[in-house]
């Protein structure tokens, strides 16, 4: 089956650590994003990218760094200058980023910086 | 700018019971799409419904309907005769086209929605 698959589902660092979470997909699209989800705040955009080797910054950019070297694949590092880096991470993608079009999620990874 | 408001932070409903969830957006522009996401614990977003901004209909999928009302600009969800299973966050979302082919997606702050049997 088609979908998105996020790793690891939980992860814990210590504080001044980069980490990187991966995301793979395999229905073929376009689009692939990275969002951030805290208690009560919903889902906020860090980054996106809608064609391999480009990528654009979403809301919350700073300290976090990705790329895209395979259509499929969109792995997102928390580097140490990000302030507040414990949260709920979610990948997801869409056929051409189209506005209209809706997204996917995978499952999540679960960041614990202590 | 584009907002979503999601006022309802917690429901909890008692099983077979009607609830309502509700959604206001702000949007400046006249063509958009609204969407509603469940997150069950698992934490998956999945996706349930889109609705552009020029189709008023109301729409019924099984016990899930949705009351799009252009008039007070809200994009209200009800499941009917409501289930434990029932029980996640939902997201109510707003994309609107932003700087030629890019868009903007905004989500709601969601709903915890607890059914208790």
């Known amino acids: 089956d088609g979908g998105i698959t996020q790793s690891p589902k939980y992860l814990f660092r210590k504080e001044g650590q980069n980490v990187t979470l991966s995301c793979e997909q395999n229905?073929?699209?376009?689009?692939m994003y990275w969002y951030r989800q805290d208690p009560g705040q919903g889902l906020r955009l860090i980054y996106y990218?809608?064609?391999?080797?480009?990528?654009q910054k979403g809301d919350i950019a700073e300290g976090y760094s990705v790329s895209r070297e395979k259509k499929e694949s969109f792995p997102l590092t928390v580097t140490s200058a990000q302030k507040n880096p414990t949260a709920f991470y979610l990948c997801a993608s869409s056929n051409r980023g189209r506005y209209n079009s809706p997204l996917h999620f995978g499952n999540g990874t679960r960041l614990t910086v202590t | 700018a584009q907002k979503v408001t999601q006022a309802q932070t917690e429901i909890s409903v008692v099983e077979k019971e009607d609830v309502t969830l509700d959604c206001v957006y702000e949007?400046?522009?006249?063509?958009?799409?609204l969407f509603w996401y469940k997150q069950p614990p698992s934490g998956e977003l999945v996706f349930l419904i889109r609705r552009n901004s020029f189709d008023e209909q109301n729409e019924i999928s099984g016990r899930y309907s949705w009351n799009f009302q252009k008039s007070t600009s809200s994009f209200n969800f009800t499941i009917t005769a409501s289930q434990v299973v029932d029980s996640a966050v939902y997201f109510c979302a707003l994309s609107v086209v932003s700087g030629g082919s890019n868009y903007k997606l905004t989500f709601g702050k969601g709903t915890l929605l607890t059914v208790n049997p």
């Open positions: 990218s809608q064609i391999v080797n480009d990528f």
């Open positions: 949007t400046r522009d006249t063509t958009y799409y």
């Open positions: 229905l073929n699209h376009d689009t």
